[in-house]
């Protein structure tokens, strides 16, 4: 069946613009998790959604990051004004059920800020 | 605070032979712990996990291992093979969390 599937995979855009990454969990995963990697770092949190809310956004670094979901199945990332320090991989993982441990992650999307 | 750590940056094996990958954590409070495999490229897949209320988890060639009082775990694979050459991280969750908090990750090699 299909996986997590990220959208682009790769993105290059300059210091001070806006961007959106796109998360396809997998079909019927209710919840859904934003990470991110930077370059020889473990992945960080950024957010949690349950269905369409967001009751765990306690990762998201700044006021310039957030992100939605809609129908319970497709999430955005937005980040504005894009600083150099946002350069990382971006990765979206679904589960089955709310606690459900066992996270299946999409290949992700590197963004580089120049 | 890195709640979750992963000292060894790199380990490199010949095939046939045990990889042992190990990590430790500070947060008292995680009571699932898990592993995960990446290649270059791909998203991370999961490995196996382990409950705190377990000391040993095996799953053919894969066996965690927690020793809850010195706040480590350690992976085994056994015989080693090349195609196990990726990056493993370690992760832990607590109690009805939902985030997972992750090492920074072992390069593993296995050479032929």
């Known amino acids: 069946g299909a996986g997590v599937s990220q959208s682009p995979s790769n993105k290059v855009t300059e210091k001070g613009k806006d961007v959106e990454l796109r998360c396809d969990p997998i079909s019927g995963h209710t919840a859904l998790y934003w990470y991110r990697q930077s370059l020889g770092q473990g992945l960080e949190f950024l957010i949690y959604f349950q269905g369409n809310s967001a009751p765990d956004k306690s990762g998201l670094p700044s006021d310039r990051f957030s992100a939605e979901r809609t129908g319970g199945s497709v999430s955005t990332l937005t980040i504005q004004r894009t600083q150099q320090e946002d350069s990382a991989v971006y990765l979206c993982a679904s589960s089955l059920a709310r606690y459900s441990y066992e996270q299946y992650f999409g290949p992700g999307t590197r963004l580089t800020v120049t | 605070d890195q709640q979750v750590k992963q000292n060894s940056p790199s380990l490199s094996v010949q095939e046939g032979r045990i990889s042992i990958l190990n990590c430790d954590y500070t947060n008292s409070m995680f009571d699932y712990f898990l592993w995960y495999k990446k290649y270059p490229a791909e998203g991370p897949t999961f490995l196996i996990s382990?409950?705190?209320?377990?000391d040993k988890n095996e799953d053919g060639r894969f066996t965690v291992f927690l020793n809850k009082s010195a706040k480590h775990l350690s992976l085994h694979i056994v015989p080693s093979q090349p195609g196990d050459s990726a990056v493993y991280f370690c992760?832990?969750?607590?109690?009805?969390?939902?985030?997972?908090?992750f090492g920074a990750g072992t390069i593993l090699r296995v050479k032929s």
């Open positions: 382990i409950s705190s209320i377990k």
């Open positions: 992760a832990a969750s607590a109690m009805g969390g939902n985030k997972l908090v």
